[in-house]
């Protein structure tokens, strides 16, 4: 039976799995001890839960688990990862390099630092979205400790040269950070394949729940320092205190073990139902395709109609088709998407984009209704409402 709002917006979250709330409810109930009550069952039990998380997580990504350092989530693990590479390399340098479509939680991030004496470059994409290579390594300085680019984009879905950016970054001998918080368990991601030093998480992407994310942090070749940003008990080898989220990690850990199984059948499945809905946006006159279709996430894309203003046509949709015009994290924004003017989108289309991402339990059954929706609703739209301007 058809669910109504048709949900379409799972890279903003998704629905926690049936199976990673059956792995959680123990701890909240029978198994409530602190993972770091170290005398008693009850601690032993929490300690336990909290070890086999870690390496569900580390085996998603190809690291070892004691480099899993559990976080509240991705925007946590963000700050940490350059907060902390920025106080523990001070000796060394103060430059960051970064992209201009990384997410807020970068981004902002990245701004304190340079209120606080770092120095930060933003560079420009290309207009698929695509970082140049070249202008990377010729940004590079002396004192420059750490490149900052996302796996794959939150709004438009796009995957970056990680593999190339991180061989430029051990050629300097600069770390290399990723936020693979969309990336990680829709596509492969190996942190030894990929040269990648410091690497941010977040459950509630994958299936599993709010408030609960991971940083890899590498341990050899290099092993990475990091400053601790919040301090009390010395948690996590030191790098995030705070008394552990047993019920929230083993439901991250298990959202892990999961994606792991069954992560390529349902990219391939989901990458079918994107097909079927893309193409039959793409038939609507003036759709248009925003970002690379080539380097891109199976789940993702965010496409523009000419002359029908997104937020009025989400409007429109709110009862039947829940989608989004791009991040949640600045969603409340009236300005256009800075991620499609960065791809040089003028605003008459950035203003008239939609995200689309389909997820684990989408169906060809809401992807029908979706189509049968979306186009006389961009129709209407067109015949009765000015353009934005």
């Known amino acids: 039976m058809l669910t109504l709002p048709v949900y379409l917006d799972n890279n903003a979250t998704t629905a926690v799995d049936p199976r990673v709330l059956e792995a959680m409810l123990p701890y909240f109930t029978r198994h409530y001890g602190n993972a770091a009550s170290r005398t008693h069952a009850y601690g032993w039990q929490a300690e336990e839960a909290v070890d086999i998380a870690r390496e569900q997580v580390a085996a998603l990504i190809g690291a070892e688990p004691k480099e899993i350092v559990f976080t509240s989530g991705a925007t946590e693990s963000d700050n940490l990862a350059i907060k902390g590479v920025f106080e523990a390399y001070s000796s060394k340098g103060n430059h960051i390099i970064t992209v201009t479509t990384e997410h807020k939680a970068v981004l902002d991030t990245c701004k304190h630092i340079e209120k606080i004496g770092g120095e930060v470059t933003y560079l420009p994409v290309n207009n698929e979205g695509l970082v140049d290579l070249g202008e990377l390594e010729a940004a590079i300085r002396s004192t420059t400790i750490l490149i900052a680019v996302m796996y794959a984009n939150n709004e438009i879905g796009v995957i970056q040269p990680v593999m190339q950016i991180a061989e430029i970054a051990k050629r300097h001998d600069i770390l290399f950070f990723s936020d693979a918080a969309q990336a990680v368990g829709k596509i492969p991601v190996n942190v030894l394949d990929d040269g990648i030093d410091i690497l941010s998480l977040s459950a509630h992407k994958i299936y599993g729940p709010k408030g609960i994310g991971a940083l890899y942090v590498r341990r050899k070749n290099p092993r990475v320092k990091l400053i601790a940003q919040m301090d009390g008990g010395g948690h996590e080898r030191g790098m995030r205190s705070g008394t552990l989220n047993v019920p929230a990690i083993a439901g991250l850990g298990k959202a892990c073990e999961l994606c792991s199984i069954e992560m390529n059948t349902d990219g391939e499945r989901i990458a079918n139902l994107g097909n079927k809905l893309e193409k039959a946006l793409l038939n609507i006159e003036g759709a248009r395709i925003n970002g690379s279709i080539q380097h891109r996430l199976p789940n993702t894309f965010n ?87």
């Open 303 to 389: 496409i523009s109609f000419k002359g029908a203003e997104s937020e009025r046509l989400m409007l429109s949709l709110s009862r039947n088709v829940a989608v989004s015009s791009g991040s949640a994290c600045t969603s409340a924004s009236i300005e256009p998407s800075y991620v499609l003017k960065a791809l040089g989108l003028p605003d008459d289309l950035a203003y008239s984009s939609i995200r689309f991402g389909l997820g684990r339990f989408t169906t060809e059954e809401e992807i029908d209704y979706a189509i049968g929706q979306l186009t006389p609703a961009i129709e209407n739209l067109r015949s009765t409402l000015p353009q934005h301007v």
